[in-house]
């Protein structure tokens, strides 16, 4: 069966000074259907370091990735942002929002490159907030919300597209534990019904308890 998304044998190594970091080494999976993956581990083993990759933030030292049978690493500088626009949503351990701009129009952001009417955007924009429990703050600004809101922000904005993939670094870190269980229900709805893939890294076991399947690393290995 060809695989959604396939990771072959990648490796990456840091270098600080005279020290050199083995965030990967020698990783390897496949993801055969549209279902939610955790990817497990202690600080400092290499699960952000992957998920970058996966989104082509940075690239491998070796091996390659292939996502909907294309190789990331044969995608030219040039097509990237609209690779990831139609296909990856991505939320960052550090949510990445825009401070000048409220939560609304950083959701709008993810849409931008898409020729919609202003209105449209704005109201798939709105759907999205509401659809994560925050669209009662559409005008606030990033300052202006509590860490969890500000999450709920970049998780809408990771949605907002309905991408096949969506890539999401600790997206409960942040959030109370009926929040983080609200979205946990969402990630379940949305692959249910729009067969969206998650690539989920955390150290949350409600995430791992969820997941069809859990990946785990230490020290850049998969164990
Ligand atoms: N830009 C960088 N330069 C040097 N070392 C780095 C860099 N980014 C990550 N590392 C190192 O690579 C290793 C893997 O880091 P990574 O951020 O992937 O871990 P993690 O599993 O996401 O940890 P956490 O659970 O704390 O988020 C760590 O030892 C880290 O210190
Ligand atoms: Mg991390």
Known sequence: MTAILEVNAISKHYRRGDERIVALADVSFRIEQPTVTAVAGPSGSGKSTLLSMLARFDQPDSGHIMIDGARLDSI??????????????????QFNLVSVLSAVENVELALAPQALPKQERRSRAIAALEMVGIGHRLSHKPTELSGGQQQRVAIARALV?????????????SLDSKTAHELLDLIGRLNQQMDTTF???????????????????EDGRLI
């Open 76 to 93: 030219a500088e040039s097509g990237l942002d609209q690779f990831r626009n139609r296909k990856l949503g991505f939320v960052f351990q």
């Open 161 to 173: 597209n309905r991408p096949r993939f969506v890539i999401a670094d600790e997206p409960t870190g």
């Open 199 to 217: 690539i989920i890294a955390t150290h949350d076991v409600k995430v791992m308890q969820m997941a069809h399947r859990v990946i785990r690393l």
